[in-house]
C-alpha cells in the first residue's frame, strides 16, 4: 500500500505512463527543432562534408563578435530586472482586486507582446527618435532598447505572477497580519516565497526573450549595439557567411542551454504547493487601496498606451496630410496596384487560422510537457526542461531556414503550409509550459490520493482534479500561444508562400515599398491586428475569469 501511494505521489500514470507522455512531446521537438538546427549547423561548419575546426577558432576569437556576445548578455539582464520590477505592482493589483475594466486592462497588456517589432519599432522612434514627439534622441543607445523591451514583456509578468499570485489564498497574509506582522513582513515571509517559482518562470522567459531580441535591435539599436540574434540574420542574409552565423547559433544554444539548467534546479528546489483560493477577489475597500490601484493602473496604462497612443495616431495620418482613414481605405487600394501585397482581409484570415492551429498544438504539447516535467524523476525532468526551452533561445531565422532544408524526410513537408503553425507553435511551448508548470507542480498529492481511494483510476484522478486546477493556466498558456502565432515574423518569413501571408509578413511587404502611402497602410494595418489581438485576448479572458463555486 505504502508503494503504490508513493508511485501516486510521484506520478498518477505510473513509470510507464509517465514515460508516454514524455516521449510524445520530446518526438515532437525531436523532428521539428533538433533535426533541422542539427542539420542547418552541420552544414554550415563543414566543408566538402567534413568539419573544419578552423572556422571556429577564427569566428570565436573575432573581438568584433565576442563584443556582440557580451552586449546581448547585459543588456538581457538590464531588460529582465527592469521588467519584473515594472510588472510586479500591476500582477498585484490584476490578482488581488476586482475593478471596472479589468478584463479589458488585462487584455491590453498583452497587445504589446504581440505586434510586429518593425512596426513598435517605428512607434519608438516617432517617441523618443530623430523625429520623436518629445525632442530626444535616444536611437542606438542602451536606454531606448531597454525600454523596448520592457514594453514588449511586461504582459509576461503581469499576467504570469498574476495569474499564479490570484490562487494564493489571501488568509495566509491575513493570518500573518493578526499575528502582529506588518503588510511588508507578511508579503516579504508569506507571499513572496510562494511567487518564487512564477517569479523564476517569467524572469527566464523575460530573459530569453530579451537574449534573442531581433526586431528591437535591428531597428533602434547600431553596429554597436547588436544581439547575436541580428547578427545570425545579418550573417547569413547580407554576407552569406552560413559557417559565422551557424557557429554563433550553436554559442546562442550553449548560452541559454547553461541558463536553462541553472533555472532548471532553482525550479526543483522552489516549488510548494499551497491552499488555492476559492472565492473572487474583491473590490478595494478603502481609500489607500483605492489609490493603489488606480495609481499602478495609471502607471500601466502610460506604459502600454503611449506607444500604441502614437501608433494609433501615426495610422489617421493621412499621406496627403490631416486626419482622416486614407490609410486603411490605401490598404484595399494597394492591391491592385502591388504584387508584393495581398489584400488584408485574406492576410488577416490566414493569420487566424494559423494561430487557432498554433494554439491548439502549443497548448496539447504544453500540458504533456509541463505533466512530464511534474512527474517525471528529478534526472529526468531536468533534462526534458532544458529540451522544451531550446526553441527561445534558437534564432527563429535558424528554424525558418532549418525547416527548408532538413524536412524533406521522412515525408517532405517543405511545401506544407502546416509548416507556418508548427513553426508558430515551437516558438511557443516554452511559454505554455512556463505558464502551465508551477501551477501542475503545486497540485497537493493527497488530492489524488483521495481519488484514488475512492476508486478513481490515475488517468481519471489526473483529469479530474490536476486539469481541473490548472484549467486557467492552461487557457492562459493558450491565449499566449495565439498571440505569439498573431505576431511571428522570423520564422514565417522563410517558410510562408507569395500567396498565403500573414499580418505581419504583409506588414513587412508594405515597409519595403517607397513612399509615406505604403508606410501608412503598414501601420494601419498593424492597428487591425492589435485590435483583433486584443478582442481574442479579451474572449479568453471571460472564459478563464474563475466563479464563486470554483476551486
Known amino acids: 500500500m505504502d508503494s503504490n501511494r508513493s508511485l501516486i505521489g510521484r506520478s498518477p500514470f505510473g513509470g510507464a505512463g509517465t514515460a508516454a507522455v514524455v516521449a510524445v512531446p520530446a518526438l515532437f521537438l525531436a523532428y521539428f527543432f533538433l533535426y533541422p538546427v542539427a542539420t542547418i549547423t552541420y552544414r554550415g561548419l563543414t566543408t566538402d562534408g567534413r568539419f573544419n575546426p578552423a572556422v571556429l577558432g577564427d569566428i570565436l576569437s573575432d573581438p ?94 503581469v499576467r504570469g505572477v498574476g495569474t499564479y499570485w490570484e490562487r494564493i489564498d489571501p488568509s495566509l497574509e491575513e493570518a500573518a497580519r493578526s499575528l502582529g506582522a506588518s503588510r511588508t513582513q507578511a508579503f516579504r515571509t508569506i507571499t513572496l516565497p510562494l511567487l518564487r517559482p512564477a517569479i523564476a518562470s517569467t524572469s527566464a522567459l523575460v530573459f530569453l526573450f530579451s537574449f534573442t531580441s531581433f526586431g528591437v535591435i535591428l531597428l533602434l539599436g ?7 540574434e541580428v547578427e545570425i540574420w545579418r550573417q547569413t542574409t547580407a554576407y552569406l557567411r552560413l559557417d559565422i552565423a551557424s557557429t554563433l547559433a550553436v554559442m546562442q544554444l550553449i548560452g541559454v542551454g547553461l541558463i536553462l539548467m541553472l533555472y532548471g534546479r532553482y525550479q526543483m528546489r522552489t516549488t510548494v504547493q499551497f491552499s488555492h483560493r476559492a472565492s473572487l477577489p474583491p473590490r478595494p475597500a478603502n481609500r489607500h ?37 486614407a490609410n486603411y481605405l490605401n ?21 487566424l487560422s494559423f494561430a487557432v492551429i498554433a494554439a491548439v498544438i502549443g497548448v496539447t504539447i504544453g500540458v504533456l510537457a509541463s505533466a512530464g516535467l511534474s512527474y517525471a524523476r528529478p534526472r529526468v525532468a531536468r533534462t526534458f526542461d532544458l529540451l522544451v526551452m531550446l526553441p527561445l533561445g534558437t534564432s527563429a531565422v535558424t528554424i525558418g531556414f532549418g525547416f527548408l532544408v532538413a524536412l524533406d524526410w521522412p515525408v517532405d513537408l517543405r511545401t506544407s503550409l502546416i509548416l507556418i503553425p508548427i513553426a508558430h507553435a515551437l516558438v511557443a511551448i516554452p511559454f505554455v509550459v512556463r505558464t502551465i ?26 483529469w479530474t482534479i490536476d486539469l481541473r486546477l490548472v484549467s486557467r493556466s492552461i487557457l492562459v498558456g493558450g491565449a499566449f500561444a495565439f498571440a505569439i502565432s498573431m505576431g511571428e515574423f522570423g520564422a514565417t518569413s522563410f517558410i510562408t508562400r507569395p500567396d498565403t501571408p500573414t499580418i505581419p509578413i504583409a506588414i513587412f511587404r508594405l515597409l519595403g515599398h517607397p513612399g509615406s502611402t505604403p508606410f501608412g497602410a503598414a501601420v494601419a494595418l498593424s492597428v487591425l491586428l492589435m485590435f483583433i489581438t486584443g478582442i481574442a485576448v479579451l474572449i479568453i479572458d471571460s472564459l478563464r475569469r474563475p466563479t464563486a463555486g470554483e476551486l
Open 331 to 351: 490598404l484595399f487600394r494597394l492591391t491592385a496596384k502591388s504584387g508584393a501585397f495581398v489584400h488584408p482581409v485574406e492576410a488577416i484570415v490566414n493569420s
Open 289 to 325: 487601496e483605492r489609490t493603489a490601484v488606480w495609481s499602478i493602473l495609471g502607471i500601466s496604462g502610460a506604459l502600454v498606451g503611449l506607444p500604441l497612443g502614437i501608433l494609433i495616431a501615426r495610422s489617421m495620418m493621412q499621406p496627403q496630410g490631416g486626419i482622416g482613414f
Open 222 to 228: 547600431d553596429i554597436h549595439h547588436s544581439t547575436i
Open 437 to 462: 508548470s508551477p501551477s501542475m507542480g503545486s497540485v497537493q498529492h493527497h488530492l489524488r490520493e483521495a481519488a484514488a481511494t475512492l476508486g478513481a483510476t490515475p488517468a481519471k484522478a489526473w
Open 64 to 157: 568584433t563578435l565576442q563584443g556582440v556576445a557580451a552586449f546581448t548578455l547585459w543588456q538581457a539582464v538590464i531588460s529582465t530586472v527592469l521588467t519584473v520590477l515594472a510588472g510586479l505592482p500591476a500582477a498585484w493589483i490584476f490578482a488581488r482586486f476586482d475593478f471596472p475594466g479589468k478584463s479589458l486592462m488585462r487584455a491590453a497588456t498583452l497587445v504589446p507582446f504581440v505586434l510586429p517589432t518593425l512596426v513598435v519599432g517605428t512607434a519608438f522612434l516617432a517617441l523618443i527618435g530623430p523625429r520623436g514627439v518629445t525632442g530626444v534622441d535616444l536611437t542606438g543607445t542602451l536606454a531606448i532598447i531597454v525600454i523596448a523591451h520592457v514594453f514588449y514583456n511586461y504582459a509576461i509578468v
